[in-house]
Antibody
């Protein structure tokens, strides 16, 4: 059974960099895209971006200037960095298994999720 | 960016009743690339439906999805107590970005 386990900084001050990592256990890592999604009561669910085994990345244009994603193939892990955080970045952050390639089409729905990390930005 | 609008915002029903949730897209979704999720308090979202009408593994058959183009529906045929939760639609037809609807709260009447 596939499991995603995530960890990272939960309390940040404005202008700091958020860092989260998600480890994938019990399933294939190299045939999917792996995503980060955040959730706030005000904006709901917001997709941040995705990365695959080969390091191909797609970002949400609204966050692209501040987001960096990376993959660690040897440990089946992927990571998120979000720079220059503000109070607006306070949210629950989830990692999730997303896109699967079938031919040239990517089917990007999320069938496995991490447990979530609450990130709070406050001075 | 494709905007998804869900209605109603809150749906108040009783166990045993039928629930109908709507999701409307600002543009037509090619290949019916729409998914539905259920989220209970304190939990991550759970995939119910993908491809507009295909139930995910382990999802009871009281959950069904329908629709095409810009109009999609999630139907729960006979509500069980554990079905009272939040429901979200998500499109993956036009990405980036992948986008979600704002959610429908299904509450016990």
């Amino acid at each position: 059974q596939l499991q995603l386990q995530q960890w990272g900084s939960g309390m940040l001050k404005p202008s700091e960099t958020l860092s989260l990592t998600c480890a994938v256990y019990g399933g294939s890592f190299n045939t999917f895209y792996w995503s980060w999604v955040r959730q706030t009561p005000e904006k709901g669910l917001e997709w941040i971006g995705e990365i695959n085994y080969n390091g191909i990345i797609n970002y949400n244009p609204s966050l692209k200037s501040r987001v960096t994603m990376s993959v660690d193939r040897s440990n089946n892990q992927f990571s998120l960095s979000l720079s220059a955080v503000t109070a607006a970045d306070t949210a629950m952050y989830y990692c999730a298994r997303g896109g699967r390639m079938v031919g040239v089409t990517i089917y990007s729905f999320f069938d496995y999720w991490g447990q979530g990390t609450q990130v709070t930005v406050s001075s | 960016e494709i905007v998804l609008t869900q209605s109603p915002g809150t749906l108040s029903l009783s166990p045993g009743e039928r629930a109908t949730l709507s999701c409307k897209a600002s543009q037509s979704l090619s290949n019916n690339f729409l998914a539905w999720y259920q989220q209970r308090p304190g939990q991550a979202p759970r995939l119910l439906i993908f491809g507009a009408s295909i139930r995910a593994t382990g999802i009871p058959d009281r959950f069904s999805g329908s629709g095409s183009g810009t109009d999609f529906t999630l139907t729960i045929s006979t509500l069980e107590p554990e079905d009272f939760a939040f429901y979200y639609c998500q499109q993956y037809a036009n990405s980036p970005p992948i986008t979600f609807g704002q959610g429908t709260r299904l509450e016990i009447k």
